[in-house]
């Protein structure tokens, strides 16, 4: 039974009534979040997305079918009520924002009744991810998510409104483009026009933007969907959302300089937070070397030290190894774990080799100086002294060593580190420790196709004073890119892009493209820098691990409206399902099905 | 040759130097509009976003290597300049925001050096729209392209900052979604993970929106891409975009109101201009009687008149024919025109035709009293001074008649009197005619599937005092839905939608969905709503169209940055384009072409 609202107003919702009201009569809607019998008296707490207000029902002011029908009221019933605003006649809820009031029920309406619902709603939910996703529409209605995506919301009109006040553009670019593979995998769409043909989901408006500044647009911006068909990781969606802009007759100290002041303004609009600008810049070189990560989290210490040159000519052979075959040997001083139990150290080299390690060496120093160590014997007391003096280690801390090709140890060291503060619970969400990481290396040999690919993308202009390397040494040149760093997460990342044809024509030349390939893929923005571009620069942020952050939560399913799951799929739509052979037979496609055993090899 | 910008920095756009800057140094940026030579100096028009600036060269200032570059400038090269704000030299330029002033170049540096464009870069080109959008990137750089994409950008902030003003929430809803055919065909994306499922790109945000109402998020709006694969007529694109709203505890009159103020608002802050509200409301009966359409343009009159009771008896079949089949006649008066030549009113009759109409009856009233007509000779003095009569008609004028079904009296008066208002050029756009329409019917036969299909989508609310009627005369039955028209365009409409089991499981009983077939494709938010759910509605506006028309252009095309062609084609991309075919197999799909006579058909 579905009563019609017809006649009443929605006055206030539930937390816009204060004792500024006592006395008014009010007409509030929302949904039984709970109801109490108490003696001759029925207390419910109704809710919507403002939060929580108590009504009392009392058979004397609302009649006698009225109170039966409050008696009816069962959780998630959606009820629209008339009543008068008073002083709470019992305790004082210190935790409501209406906590010293009620409303004296004088109407009682029921606009929809409710089955119970699979899980309670109601805040810090321990329900199964599962159940809640199928459910998502009753997970929506906890208060932790509405507050995820109210912040959200929020975040958006503010990143909006800073852009447009300083004189960005909003322009939508086109969701069916072009098919032009590199990277990761497009979607596809198939065109019924043109059978045969596909139109791909853009992995972001990457060419759209630069011709765009070709075009003379100056600054665009666009809280653009962007998709990618990759196989998912935790904190990765097939279609995610990026802040993007570029800029035109701007260097990289204008794109800084500029999202710094937005990051400002965003936090500050949207969770009343001060960041301190400008933010630290560290180069793609340093953040390595200290902390064997492009994205470095800044939080906690624990940097890594190169201990090379004084283990050098030891006598153990892993270490003296890796040096002969051009690695290298670094460390990490875990200090104060020294007393770490074997088990948990074996969990560190088992975690370790998860990155590539052959192993990890370690030496634990004891509180009366003495050594627990994996290599130590091979050592001599001098040799020992002096790596762990390299190591500022002192009694009670943990060494741990990393012996290989820069690659493997920079990435077991740097997220080895990362794994013990962990661990450790060094790891505070309350704070947000932001870094800009630049000078990326342009190239990255890819040794699979045996030819170098462009780290950030092939529009990346080289820094100037590297420019002459990209004949002699590619390997070597620094590009003009930068990352954007929080707490160890890329927020985002840009760069300033080539519009010079021969600095462009030499990048295809180093990655291997023939001048057809290059044409052929991105032609039409190559074409258009032909009748004049100017100098331009971009970045795009990752609002979903923005929000994710912002909110302190661990997964980007969390800010996400209708996330999908590890295998692309929607629990609570199945979506992707399949479709009428009629609407294939228009799109002249035909299903090829793999043999089961092949798909599941 | 590409030089660098490297020590300089934009100090200002081409407008925003002024008189105020006389004296100052100043760094410009942007493209050569033109070149003059002029006895020993060089002028140029710089052009960026904002306008046009002149500059100066003389070889006293710049140098004599400065000067001889200057000389070697065409247009849409990209410079960079240096120089001082003088007060002009030469004739005041009116027509230019900066016309009073000029830049003595001090430095000159040639960014990017450009081809001859193919077409001029200026306003209101005359160029053929395929070569255009062929080099779109080129097109866009017209002022007025650029103009009209400033002010969609203009518009999008200010339905945003409104919005949020007024507590709705933006939140995302996704663009691979699970496929509900209903209405227009969807686009499909075959699924990697899940070989042979599909997802489908959104035709609106429709479900989502609502289930968002059922999670209590009250008052949700998007600016969504919406995706149709239709055969594309002018005004279609196959993704166009949605301001997409629902509100939650509402009727008709709360998502009126809220809407007029909104473009109110956006009228305001993107064009200053004020639109009078309350809007003028009509409803879905009102306006086919006197418009002959769901959108009337109400910027001028010649509306339709019944004229049925006066021709009732009359000796011309074709009118007592109609009515004995149960149809109508009706007229317009197109005033003065009764001097038509008989060429023109024969090119009326063929358009007449084109919308069903066998034929269209006309009488033209000479200046002396006597007739011109087509059918004058079947009826009698009396009777056609009567129709006269009931026509308004006075001499000089031209009346037109059109007897048939009501559907198509109506499709071919209310198409005629646009018609005839275009070719007397009676609609201005500088006019801007608001309109609800309101009380649609809830539901209309379609003759090809023999069943009634909804008007709006099956989760239109009929009237309540209708209600009654869907069982006995469900064609009769009007619907809780609402249009908003602008000078005869549509644009945008929405609906009180469906919110009690009872009344949802008999629309689909009407529609003849079984209630597997409804659960199948709708299932989670039927099970939604099993969970308590707010009386809710909502509205959609398509952002092209009002932009189109806030823009006074004839198609949407020129309020989109990178639109598509009636084939769904890019033409300056080549999308869609055929896909390696690994991508194919790794998707388990493959062609399935249709004999090209076939596909020909």
């Keep these: 039974m579905a009563e019609s609202m017809k006649g009443l107003h929605r006055s206030h919702r539930c937390t816009e009534v204060s004792n500024a009201n006592i006395g008014d009569t009010v007409t509030v809607m929302g949904w039984v979040q709970k109801r109490r019998n108490l003696g001759s008296l029925i207390f419910v707490d109704l809710r919507d997305r403002s939060g929580l207000l108590q009504i009392i029902f009392d058979e004397n002011d609302i009649g006698k079918d009225g109170f039966e029908k409050a008696g009816k009221l069962r959780s998630e019933f959606v009820v629209a009520i008339v009543g008068t605003v008073e002083k709470r006649s019992g305790a004082v809820n ?86 032009t593979p590199e990277g990761a995998r497009d979607y596809l769409v198939p065109s019924r026009v043109h059978p045969g043909n596909f139109y791909a989901l853009p992995q972001s408006p990457q060419l759209f933007k630069q011709l765009l500044m070709c075009s003379g647009y100056d600054r665009y911006f666009q809280i653009a969907k962007c998709f990618r068909d990759e196989d998912l990781r935790a904190d990765r969606q097939p279609e995610f959302t990026q802040v993007d802009m ?126 627990k160590s994996s290599f130590a014997k091979f050592m001599t007391e001098e040799e020992l002294a002096e790596l762990v003096a390299a190591m500022d280690g002192k009694p009670g801390d943990l060494l ?109 030349e180093v990655l291997g493209f023939t001048k057809e390939d290059a044409y052929d893929r991105f032609g039409f923005l190559l074409n258009a820098f032909k009748y004049g571009v100017p100098p331009h620069a971009g970045l795009a942020f990752g609002l979903d691990r923005l929000i994710m952050l912002m909110t302190k939560e661990d997964s980007i399913r969390e800010v996400i409206a209708f996330p999908k799951v590890k295998d692309a ?31 599941e090899q």
């Design 94 to 179: 210190e935790n409501l924002a209406t906590g010293d009031i009620e409303i004296r029920a004088t109407e009682l309406r029921i606009l929809s009744e409710a089955l119970t619902p699979p899980f309670p709603i109601e805040e810090g939910s321990s329900t199964k991810e599962e159940l809640r996703l199928k459910y998502r529409y009753l997970d929506l209605r906890r208060p932790d998510l509405q507050k995820n995506l109210i912040l959200r919301s929020k975040a958006a009109v503010a990143f909006r409104s800073f852009l447009a006040n300083e004189g960005f553009l909003e322009i939508e670019t086109p969701i069916l483009q072009k098919s």
């Design 400 to 508: 741990l060593f990393a012996a290989d090709r820069n690659k493997v140890v920079f990435d077991v060291l740097g997220n080895l580190r990362i794994e013990i503060a962990r661990n450790l619970n060094l790891l505070s969400k309350d704070q947000f420790n932001f870094l800009w990481v630049t000078e990326f290396p342009l190239l990255e040999w890819s040794e699979e196709q045996n030819r170098f690919s462009a780290m950030h993308h092939p529009f990346t202009m080289p820094m100037d004073e590297d420019l002459a390397l990209i004949d002699s040494d590619p390997g070597a040149v620094r590009a003009k890119a930068y990352d954007i760093v929080l707490n160890g997460t890329e927020l985002g990342g840009g760069s300033v892009r080539i519009y010079q044809s021969d600095v462009q024509e030499k990048m295809f």
């Design 246 to 371: 570029e800029l035109s007759f701007v260097d990289i100290d204008d794109v800084i300089d500029v999202n710094e002041r937005l990051l400002a303004y965003v936090f500050k609009e949207t969770m009343g937070m001060d960041i301190q600008i400008p933010i630290q810049r560290m180069t793609y070189a340093e953040a390595m070397d200290r902390f064997g990560s492009d994205k470095p989290d800044t939080r906690f210490g624990m940097e890594l030290k190169n201990v090379s040159d004084v283990v050098k000519g030891c006598g153990f052979s892993v270490f003296t190894g890796a040096l002969e075959n051009g690695g290298s040997v670094r460390g990490i001083n875990a200090e104060g774990q020294g007393a770490m139990p074997r088990k948990k150290i074996d969990a560190l080299v088992e975690f370790a080799k998860g990155f590539g390690a052959k192993g990890l060496a370690y030496l634990a120093i004891n509180e009366d100086g003495t050594y």
């Design 569 to 599: 799929s929607c629990l609570m739509t199945d979506a992707p399902n399949v479709v009428d052979l009629k609407q294939l037979e228009e799109l002249e496609i035909a299903l090829a099905l793999k043999e089961k055993a092949t798909t």
